[in-house]
């Protein structure tokens, strides 16, 4: 029901692949339907991406936003997106068929060292130099520097309460970056953590990107960041659906 393949003995838990052949080949049986009444994934989704069963919103799905789409992620989404920076596997990590699915012995499909529970802020102030050696051969090349970089710092704009202290001066550093879409996401973040103790430090990084900043998308990111913090004021706070941490976050593949 979340549109992906079920093999009864693999799960979901495989790559697809095609052979050109010149000889004609017998079709198949099809599959039964191997779910039944289960809508685990669907209930799983973090976005409501499996709209039904069998039937999937692509735009709002974590891994079509955090690596396919280039542009600014829909604001109304960002929250729901927890600590994923490079696509998503909710869906498939409820799915029965997927608990006692083997392990690939192909080392290639296993994590990279370093790579697997990688630091946040690390990937938000990470230059473009050093994104390419360090995904070198990697499908996270696929997002590119910039989108990396903008999935990192919603990540931590939801890193939830407690880690304010840790997240406001590298989101504040990221408002200066070069690109515009890291910057527009940076402000949100700095709102969405807003509120609490660090409330005035985040709203005066804010209001001093906005005195120079000159993209309008940015500005208009900025100014409802800084809206968010006036408006929840001290002693409250947008908690993350996921509860994360800073030294937590997710690749699906890498």
Known sequence: KNTLLL????GSWFFLGVMLLDVALPAGEPQADLCGTCDRCIRACPTGAL?????????RCISYLNIELRGWI???LRPLMGNWVFGCDD??????YNENAPVSPNRDFRPREGLDTPSLVELLEMDEETFGRRFEGSPVRRTRWAGIVRNAAVALG???KGEEGRAVKPLGRALDHSEPIVRGHAAWALG????GGRGVEAENLLRGRLASEEDRAVRDEIVQAIHEIEGRGPGTH???PAGISLDETVLKTI
């Open 158 to 160: 939801n890193s939830g």
């Open 51 to 59: 709209v039904r069963p069998y039937v999937m919103d692509a735009t």
């Open 238 to 240: 947008t908690l993350s």
């Open 192 to 195: 969405n953590l807003g509120g």
């Open 91 to 96: 869906c498939q990590s409820v799915c029965p």
């Open 74 to 76: 829909p604001r109304d």
């Open 7 to 10: 093999n009864p003995g693999l």
